[in-house]
Each structure stands twice: as structure tokens, then as C-alpha cells.
């Protein structure tokens, strides 16, 4: 009985593996945009790139459904989630609400230590003549650490969600050469902000992220352009 228990216990766990590596692929097409917005997303197809049964496919795509990667319309299947500029405007919104608290209680609770390494592992990572992509994972790890000096993981947590949502058009607007440049400007008002516990560095970092209705427009339409051009290439 002690075999047959432990036999069927790696089974769960060789499962709940294949499961959560199928999530973690899937998620990533979504992330960037791999699937069309408004498309629907092809469990066969799926099931065959990753060499799986069709069962963690529709267990990975519940979880982004809750994640709000995908939906789910009955007797029709998943679908990619749409996008629009105002949705794009409204998460920098939520964004710009979760760093300012987390700037807040940072302000509070970072060590000078973590503070200094902020600076270096921003300027490291963020050298002159990075491609778009690189500067947007030093940008989002930047706000990211500030993040994690809050010490609070709803806070963290909720910002990685944020995060991958909105990827893809970070790495769009870094690509500015103007808005390249604010960044560095900015991120260096705010370490000067968490260093002397300015409430003012509050407010540089909340103007830093939200977006205008006229820039999220041009944004997404850059996005949605990029994202159907790849995709009909395909």
C-alpha cells in the first residue's frame, strides 16, 4: 500500500510539473502578445507545440483566466484578451497606486544598503545604447526592488501581475529616445527621494509612471500595429 501510495503521490507531482510548465510557456506567448487579441486560443495546437495532452493546456488557461490573460466563453473556448488604450491608461493608473504605497512605506523601512544597491543595479543594467528590451527589464526591476523594500508581498505581488500585463508596451514607449532619457532623470529623483525619506519622491514617481490619454493612445496603436504585423507573418 506504501508503494502504491508513493507511486501515485509522483504521479500528482509529475502532473502538477507538467501543468505549471505549460502555464509558465503559455503565459509567456501571452505576455507578449503571441496570440491576437480577441483571437481564440487553440488547445490542439497548443497541446501538440508542448507535447502534452489537451488536460493541462485547459488547466494552464483557467489560471490565466483568473489572471485576466485570456477569457472564457462557454461552448466556445479561450479567447486572447482584448486591449485598448483606456485599458492601457487605467493599469499605469492601479500601477502608479501600488508603487506609490510601496515608495511610501519604502521610505520607511530601506536600509541604506538597499538604497545604494538600488542605484548600482540601475545603472549597471541600464548602460548607454541598450536595446528597448533590456532597458525595459532594468526599468521594471528598478521599480520592482523598490517594491520589495516595502516589505510587504501583496504589494510585490501585486505589481509583478501588473507588470506582465503591461510588458510589452513598456518596451514600446522605452524605445523613445526623450522618454529614455526622463527615465534616467526621474529614476535618479527617486533614489534621491527614498535616501532622504521625501514625501515629494512620492509624487515624481506617481507622474513618472501614469500615462496621458493621447500617449497610451499612441502607444497601443504602436502595440496592436507590431501585434498584427508578427502574427500575419506567422
Not at 484578451?81 to 500601477?95: F, G, K, S
Not at 513618472?208 to 504602436?222: D, L, Y
Amino acid at each position: 500500500m506504501a508503494t502504491a501510495k508513493s507511486t501515485k503521490t509522483g504521479t500528482t507531482k509529475r502532473a502538477a510539473d507538467v501543468v505549471e510548465k505549460v502555464y509558465k510557456q503559455v503565459k509567456e506567448m501571452a505576455v507578449e502578445y503571441r496570440f491576437r487579441p480577441g483571437e481564440r486560443v487553440n488547445e490542439v495546437e497548443l497541446a501538440q507545440r508542448f507535447n502534452v495532452s489537451r488536460t493541462p493546456v485547459r488547466q494552464a488557461l483557467s489560471r490565466l483566466v483568473h489572471e485576466e490573460f485570456v477569457t472564457f466563453v462557454p461552448n466556445r473556448g479561450f479567447f486572447a484578451r482584448e486591449i485598448t488604450p483606456e485599458d492601457v491608461r487605467q493599469i499605469y493608473e492601479y500601477r502608479a497606486i501600488i508603487e506609490v504605497g510601496g515608495f511610501n512605506l519604502a521610505c520607511e523601512r530601506a536600509t541604506p544598503e538597499q538604497i545604494a544597491a538600488l542605484e548600482r543595479d540601475w545603472m549597471e543594467r541600464s548602460g548607454e545604447g541598450q536595446s528597448s528590451d533590456i532597458m525595459g527589464e532594468a526599468d521594471e526591476s528598478f521599480h520592482m526592488d523598490i517594491a520589495q523594500m516595502a516589505n510587504n508581498p501583496y504589494i510585490t505581488n501585486a505589481l509583478r501581475d501588473v507588470n506582465a500585463k503591461l510588458r510589452f508596451f513598456r518596451q514600446i514607449d522605452l524605445e523613445n529616445p526623450a522618454r529614455c532619457k526622463n527615465t534616467y532623470n526621474e529614476h535618479a529623483a527617486v533614489i534621491a527621494g527614498l535616501r532622504n525619506a521625501d514625501p515629494a519622491g512620492a509624487e515624481i514617481l506617481r507622474r513618472h509612471i501614469v500615462m496621458s490619454s493621447e500617449h497610451a493612445i499612441e502607444v497601443t496603436k504602436e502595440g496592436l500595429a507590431r501585434i498584427f504585423f508578427e502574427t500575419s507573418r506567422k
